[in-house]
């Protein structure tokens, strides 16, 4: 379920922020400084990656910086998806 | 919470031979019972939500209850001819009201056996009972507070709302533009309490600590003078108020402000209330040159409040300021830091704010933005 390249992860983060903004995204693009998404939406972001990806966003990755532009989003659920888990059963 | 689960929160009215003498498809000419328009009156004063379930034609009923000048009162009416137990529960779940908060009343012994069948917790009354439903504790609410005086108001423009979002195809925040959102902040004061114990209460989701403050301790944290502000927080749009929705209990000392509470009502946190109530306090923090650091503790239930204070820039990271808090007394207790920089005002609402960082004999005053 949470396998995939990470082309494959960025792909469907770009969908689905597409859907909900109702505008085409390029993956660099700092979406909270152009105004596209404000801080409500970060929160149903976070969310939603955590369950499409299966991965548990906490602690000191919980910050608006890794959630500014698709990539950086990719880079932290691939990050996460890719970390041994241990710690939460 | 047993109090608040006896209480009544919305009774569905039958209308023939219930509301009105007659029957309305076969004599034509009804009117109301005696007392009931003033009973509808008493029970939408005490913030009693009204419904109605009617086998009628329903366009033909609700032009009669405008007539009789009673239709404002109710909200999601179901008049029409499928059981009555299906309306109830669709009022109910509209509402997000638990059944057990739920009134039914009808002269129809089938009608309330119909709705007892199906939705036990549902409380059901007989026509002859009308004239002492206002005596009985259950329509009784304990406290009445301004906003429970408006209740009513305030969910007929929350439907207003939905409609005219669901018309809506565009970005989210250019919908919430579109509704003129107005915030108002103030310190507040002993009538407000009664809706700030409330809300430290009902908003699990929104709650950064899950603590609940009596009012004896809120008022008790008005009169004190140890840099305790009390902040109330109300906003309304173009389609109506939405009554008080956050509280905010910070201690403001020289060098750090201690936010000891964030709460935000449900029902704003679609337009980011708590990221732009937390976004004034740290220009003001900015303003007056101190640190901000925010109690939180995790619940299961407020997620939504760590991810508010995160992406506003709050961290787990240590700071000296820190080391000058008193130790907290609720187990769980995490400490959030920011060194807070001027913010720019929200762009989606105006604000109407105190300025906190003014000497103590404008304490009171309003800036304006």
């Given at each position: 379920m949470t396998t995939g390249s990470a082309e494959s992860v960025q792909q469907r983060i770009r969908e689905f922020l597409e859907e909900r903004i109702k505008t085409n995204i390029v993956v660099d693009k700092d979406l909270f400084a152009s105004g596209l998404v404000n801080s409500m939406f970060a929160m149903e972001l976070v969310v939603h990656l955590e369950q499409e990806f299966g991965v548990a966003i906490v602690g000191e990755d919980l910050k608006l910086d890794n959630f500014r532009t698709v990539e950086r989003m990719t880079s932290l659920v691939c990050r996460l998806r890719d970390a041994p888990v241990t710690d939460h059963a | 919470m047993a109090d608040t689960t006896m209480t009544v929160k919305c009774l569905v009215w039958d209308l023939d031979n219930t509301l009105w003498q007659g029957t309305l498809l076969e004599d034509g000419e009804v009117r109301l019972y005696p007392g009931v328009r003033e009973l509808i009156q008493l029970l939408d004063a005490r913030g009693i939500l009204q419904s109605v379930a009617s086998k009628n034609d329903h366009d033909h009923a609700w032009a009669k209850l405008e007539e009789l000048g009673v239709a404002e009162y109710f909200v999601l009416p179901h008049i029409g001819w499928s059981p009555k137990s299906g309306s109830i529960r669709s009022i109910a779940e509209e509402l997000r009201f638990a059944y057990g908060t739920m009134a039914f009343v009808d002269d129809q012994a089938a009608e309330q056996a119909e709705v007892a069948f199906h939705l036990p917790d549902v409380r059901c009354y007989s026509a002859d009972e009308v004239a002492g439903l206002a005596e009985l504790p259950e329509f009784n609410p304990k406290t009445v507070t301004q906003d429970a005086r408006r209740r009513r108001e305030m969910y007929q423009a929350g439907f207003r709302r939905q409609a005219a979002k669901s018309d809506f195809t565009g970005p989210d925040e250019e919908f919430i533009r579109s509704l003129d959102l107005e915030m108002r902040i103030e310190q507040a004061t002993v009538e407000h309490l009664a809706r700030v114990e409330e809300l430290t209460l009902r908003t699990s989701q929104m709650n950064a600590t899950g603590v609940h403050y009596s009012r004896e301790a809120l008022a008790g944290l008005l009169l004190d003078d140890h840099g305790h502000q009390v902040l109330v927080t109300s906003m309304s749009d173009r389609f109506g108020p939405h009554g008080a929705v956050g509280v905010v209990l910070v201690e403001s000392g020289a060098d750090v402000w201690h936010l000891k509470l964030l709460a935000t009502s449900c029902r704003v946190v679609s337009f980011g209330a708590g990221s732009v109530i937390l976004r004034w306090l740290t220009d003001q923090a900015a303003r007056a040159g101190a640190h901000l650091v925010a109690d939180f503790r995790r619940t299961d239930r407020n997620r939504m409040m760590e991810i508010a204070y995160r992406f506003s820039g709050f961290t787990g990271e240590t700071c000296?300021?820190?080391?000058?808090l008193p130790a907290g007394d609720v187990s769980g207790l995490q400490r959030l830091h920011l060194v807070p920089v001027p913010q720019a005002p929200p762009t989606t609402m105006r604000l109407i704010a105190p300025d906190l960082t003014a000497v103590p004999e404008n304490r009171f005053s309003d800036v304006l933005p």
């Open positions: - | 000296p300021c820190l080391a000058s």
